[in-house]
């Protein structure tokens, strides 16, 4: 079976610019969960979304946005880029969420975005 | 204090001998615990995941949980150069259940 999948895998934008990360989950998984990682820190959660309805949203600006299809596949958008968001975008499918736990998320390989 | 705490090492330890990593977390409510490997460059990989308090193996890999103490932790035995990575505990906080808060992760260096 197919990992999750993400595109693009590098990307070079402008400050002020805008750009969309893609994500497509493990086939089955309902859950998509975005993160960023910058170099030397652990990936810090940006949203989540399940049955395409936003589940959970993290300490980001509204610069950030992000939604779900009916394929279960996503989209991050960011606005008005700053030399801040330089990170690695990750997005992890699971396959549900049930009662107190959470079930185990896995990453895609990732988007390395670069704004100059 | 932060929410999921690691030592950032790194931690140099010889080929064969067993590296221990720990973790510890502030919210006595967290269910879930995991460990992610993530080598240089590339995306973190699930390699535990623990729920209850006790210990679980697989393979070479035993998870610990000791939710009276708020510590997890991570035993690989036999260690393989291999295994030189950097290593993500990550916890599911409270009632926050599809959002994983990860620690700064530990650099492990095996030296044959």
């Known amino acids: 079976d197919a990992g999750v999948t993400q595109s693009p895998t590098h990307l070079i934008k402008t400050r002020g610019q805008h750009v969309t990360l893609r994500c497509s989950p493990i086939?089955?998984?309902?859950?998509v969960s975005w993160y960023q990682q910058v170099l030397g820190q652990g990936p810090q959660f940006i949203f989540q979304?399940?049955?395409?309805?936003?589940?959970g949203r993290g300490n980001f600006p509204d610069r950030f946005s992000a939604r779900q299809f009916p394929n279960y596949s996503s989209e991050l958008n960011v606005n008005a880029l700053l030399l801040g968001d330089s990170a690695l975008y990750l997005c992890?499918?699971?396959?549900?969420?049930?009662?107190?736990?959470?079930?185990?998320?896995?990453f895609g390989p990732g988007t390395r975005l670069t704004v100059t | 204090q932060k929410e999921v705490e690691q030592n950032s090492g790194p931690l140099s330890v010889p080929e064969g001998a067993i590296a221990s990593l720990n973790c510890t977390y502030s919210?006595?409510?967290?269910?879930?615990f995991f460990w992610y490997r993530q080598y240089s460059g590339k995306s973190p990989e699930l390699i535990m995941s623990?729920?209850?308090?006790g210990d679980k193996e697989d393979g070479r890999f035993t998870a610990q949980l000791n939710k009276a103490s708020q510590y997890v932790s991570l035993l690989i035995r036999d260690s393989q150069p291999s295994d030189s990575a950097t290593y993500l505990c990550?916890?599911?906080?409270?009632?926050?259940?599809?959002?994983?808060?990860f620690g700064q992760g530990t650099i492990l260096t095996v030296h044959p």
């Open positions: 919210d006595r409510g967290s269910q879930s």
């Open positions: 979304y399940y049955e395409k309805e936003e589940r």
């Open positions: 990550a916890v599911t906080l409270g009632t926050s259940y599809g959002k994983l808060t």
């Open positions: 992890a499918s699971s396959s549900r969420q049930s009662g107190r736990y959470s079930y185990e998320q896995y």
């Open positions: 623990i729920y209850s308090n």
């Open positions: 086939s089955g998984h309902k859950s």
